[in-house]
Nanobody, 116 residues
Framework: QVHLVESGGGLVQPGGSLTLSCVASGFSFSVGAMSWYRQAPGKERELVAVFSSAGRMTNTADSVKGRFTISRNNAKNTVYLQMNNLKPEDTAVYYC?????????WGQGTQVTVSS
């Protein structure tokens, strides 16, 4: 059974930093493409960052480029999202996503709130 468990969310002041973690189990992590999405209240879920498996390529949304960094540790079955210089508009529930072949899996989400 596949599990994706996010952690690291919380309340942070504008300009602050957070690191989200997603621990995966139940599939071969190294072959999965791992991503972070977020969904703010009243808005659609959007892709924040993606880290492919085979190509070892990463990409981030324009809205977070230069501030957020995605990384992965295959030995720990974990993908990370380092978030710096956080802004109030980054407030959202952040979800971990795994794409393995034709299958896809979601974590339960972790809340990030940026407020003074």
């Amino acid at each position: 059974q596949v599990h994706l468990v996010e952690s690291g969310g919380g309340l942070v002041q504008p300009g602050g930093s957070l690191t989200l973690s997603c621990v995966a189990s139940g599939f071969s992590f190294s072959v999965g493409a791992m991503s972070w999405y977020r969904q703010a209240p009243g808005k659609e879920r959007e892709l924040v960052a993606v880290f492919s498996s085979a190509g070892r390529m990463t990409n981030t949304a324009d809205s977070v480029k230069g501030r957020f960094t995605i990384s992965r540790n295959n030995a720990k079955n974990t993908v990370y999202l380092q978030m710096n210089n956080l802004k109030p508009e980054d407030t959202a529930v952040y979800y971990c996503f795994a794409g393995v072949g034709v299958r896809s899996y979601w974590g339960q989400g972790t809340q990030v709130t940026v407020s003074s």
